[in-house]
């Protein structure tokens, strides 16, 4: 015996006059027809025709309303004279229609599609665009709460209400220049560009409103786009095909250092004001710099099989969920030391480490490896005398140094002294530690002083 049949057609995106002759047909002739909603242009036709509007006045939600409907609907087609129900959507019912969704999911009844025409055919063919020369892809703005991603077009849909317009707005980059759709072949129908940051200006949202936006570069594109720009490079330049992983260690070391220059330099630029411009270009160059021999590395890995920088994103984000359960998880931590307290134990663990000194990368510059290890040492208690004592540490091992009377030659540089030396300054260091102080980066930036006094003096001795 067959299954009674649920036949879903579709209203169209706007007027009458997009219904097809089969939809007109089966909605004016069959037994047992309903609307999900009379709140459509198309639907004035067929006055006559139950809808569901009375079950939208009384849900408290969709989740209730949507399978309250497909109950119904199963109902109708098991008692229908012909073992039919024609179900009525707006637009198509193959575009963004969750209670053909829930019909599908029901053994028993057999769900039948008729043709329509879509939201996504209207939009196009108004703007001009072909959807698949353009790789156009159709999104629900209630789908996800995270930022929309490229490559573009996007077509937004469910965009009914202002509200929704000003999640949408906070989910693009705020000048993005977003096109609104509003009743599109109507009497009343609006196109307007806005760009995102004023999307809420527009407050006549309802059913028949949606957005386009022609152009979303976002991180996932512009990554992609530089992976197969390192591919050409491998492919075609005869200086990138020779480099393996050890000949490009030199540079990446060169780059962060560079990296942390410009970084440096911008804090100095936010704090004490400048060419904020220019500050901004250097870093975003050096962190680029940093960032394509991330890209290099990534390249040579796939190219032997063993990673690529996909496999290197993923580990990285999977790893440092891990390390934070308080905001993937259920823990609850009451600040800062204790998520870093977490993270230590996370990794003894997770790397079956011993000693919270292991994966120390000892090549480090020796004032941040030393810093590195009071913080560590701060993790275990030891070490553990207040600021106070920590200054007089310092003052007592400064004042127990010996200077030679006369000066020092280059050829008298030494690491090899006397403790004091070592004294003195891993007290200054501790005193940093308690005040949150770099010392590396604080010394390289008196370096930078001394070299522009340096420079004032040679100038002014040519003179």
């Known amino acids: ?8 057609v579709g209203l169209g995106p706007s007027g009458a006059e997009h219904l097809t002759a089969r939809t007109t047909e089966l909605l004016t002739s069959s037994p047992v027809v309903r609307l999900r909603t009379r709140i459509h242009p198309a639907a004035d036709a067929f006055s006559t025709v139950v809808s569901y509007d009375d079950y939208y006045d009384s849900a408290d939600s969709f989740e209730i309303l949507y399978p309250k409907i497909v109950d119904d609907l199963v109902q109708l087609a098991s008692t229908s004279p012909n073992g039919e129900v024609v179900y009525a959507v707006p637009g198509s019912p193959m575009v963004a229609e969750h209670t053909v969704e829930l019909l599908r999911l029901r053994s028993e009844v057999e769900v039948i599609c008729e043709p329509a025409i879509s939201v996504i055919d209207v939009s ?9 020369a353009l790789g156009l892809r159709v999104v629900d703005a209630l789908g996800s709460v995270d930022p929309f991603r490229g490559p573009g077009p996007l077509l937004i849909l469910q965009t009914y209400a202002p509200e929704i317009l000003a999640s949408v707005a906070d989910r693009l980059p705020r000048e993005t220049v977003v096109t609104v759709l509003h009743h599109v072949g109507l009497h009343d129908e609006v196109i307007k560009e806005l760009p995102a940051f004023e999307l809420v200006s527009f407050d006549s949202a309802d059913h028949l409103t949606s957005l386009w936006v022609e152009g979303l570069r976002t991180a996932g594109e512009s990554m992609d786009d530089l992976v197969d720009f390192m591919r050409r490079l491998r492919a075609e330049c005869p200086w990138d095909q020779e480099q393996t992983h050890a000949s490009l260690t030199r540079h990446l070391l060169e780059e962060a250092y560079e990296t942390l220059d410009a970084l440096e330099a911008f804090v100095r630029v936010e704090s004490e004001g400048g060419d904020h411009a220019t500050a901004v270009a250097h870093v975003e160059e050096e962190l680029g710099d940093l960032l394509f021999q991330i890209v290099f590395h990534a390249e040579l890995g796939d ?3 063993h990673f690529n920088f996909a496999t290197i994103a993923d580990g990285v984000r999977d790893k440092l969920t891990g390390r934070h359960p308080h905001v993937f998880g259920d823990v609850v931590v009451s600040g800062s030391d204790e998520v870093a307290s977490r ?7 997770e790397k079956g480490r011993e000693s919270v000194t292991d994966g120390i990368a000892w090549q480090l510059p020796a004032l941040t490896l030393y810093a590195k290890l009071l913080r560590k040492a701060q993790q275990i208690d030891l070490g553990s005398e207040n600021a ?3 200054r007089t540490q310092a003052i007592n091992a400064l004042q127990s140094l010996k200077f030679n009377s006369s000066g020092a030659s280059d050829s008298d540089s030494t690491s090899d002294t006397e403790s004091a030396w070592g004294d003195a300054l891993s007290a200054i260091a501790k005193c940093a530690q308690w005040s949150g102080i770099d010392l590396e980066g604080v010394l390289r930036d008196r370096a930078l002083q001394l070299k522009s006094d340096i420079q004032r003096f040679e100038s002014s001795k040519t003179k």
């Open 303 to 305: 190219e032997e099989g």
């Open 1 to 8: 015996m067959s299954k009674p049949v649920v036949r879903v």
């Open 343 to 349: 993270w230590e134990d996370l990794k003894k663990k």
């Open 124 to 132: 196009c063919a108004r703007l001009g665009k072909d959807p698949m």
């Open 388 to 390: 106070e004592g920590a």
